[in-house]
């Protein structure tokens, strides 16, 4: 998993920086129930979607949670006083606590079924009965776009992905939430190009492929041949799923 305490500098600048958020903040504001008072945004890296939230409707108090010391902080410069550094497995709020709970890109990041199901659980429990828990799911596939760059990628292994939707609504329904709409949105400015994908699969960034190994190169050397090297394809369309708490 990519260190995100070395990361933060260049974190916003290289996924879409404020254009990405706001589209990230307008779905999760277009889901969030009428009425919702206390927002738990779990997993909120650098707050700079968390920031939106607070801003985005009156009378919305919105609280920051995120592991990585470096992410937490640099949210804290953001929202003063709402950000707290916590494990999303163990969150350290009592149950019911918040009127909604939002995880967006988390999921995808966990390699343990048992921690995603962990996750889901906790945000379930700090939730109130009639909340909401809005997620990404099926983040890696957003950025399957049809593209030359998906052509070359295609030999590349695959495996079940974390967030897959119909994983997160099983693990959601164990824990007595169940489905209450879906939005999508651009992920903007997070479009491949053949350049910047070659580098990102030589630093490790696919996790099917071991940067060196015969086939990551294979298929590097492959995006090199691809026209256009700077252009961007198309930005990936990403999935919000939201849930109610019975």
Known sequence: MLDYDSEVD??????????????????VLGLLPEGA??????????????RRLAAGRP?????????????????AARLPGVVVRADSRRLPFPDGAFDAVTSVWLLHLIDSP??????VNECARVLRPGGAYLT???KAAAHDVGSDIDAVLAPRPSQPAPDAADTVAAYA???????????????????????????????????TLTPGSALAERIATGLTMLPDQERQRPDPVFTLQAFRKG
């Open 136 to 138: 990404t799911v099926d």
């Open 173 to 207: 329904a164990a824990c007595g939430l169940v489905p209450a709409g879906q939005a999508r949105f651009p992920g903007v400015g997070q479009g491949r190009s053949p350049r910047s994908t070659a580098a990102d699969l030589r630093r490790g960034w696919f996790t």
């Open 59 to 75: 009378g919305l108090r919105v609280t920051g949670a995120d592991l990585a010391h470096e992410m937490a902080r640099y949210a």
């Open 10 to 27: 260049r974190y916003d600048a290289t996924r879409g920086g404020e254009p990405r958020a706001a589209a990230a903040a307008d779905a």
């Open 37 to 50: 008072g206390r927002l738990l945004d779990v997993a909120c890296g650098t707050g700079i979607v968390t």
């Open 114 to 119: 048992e921690d995603v199901r962990a996750v």
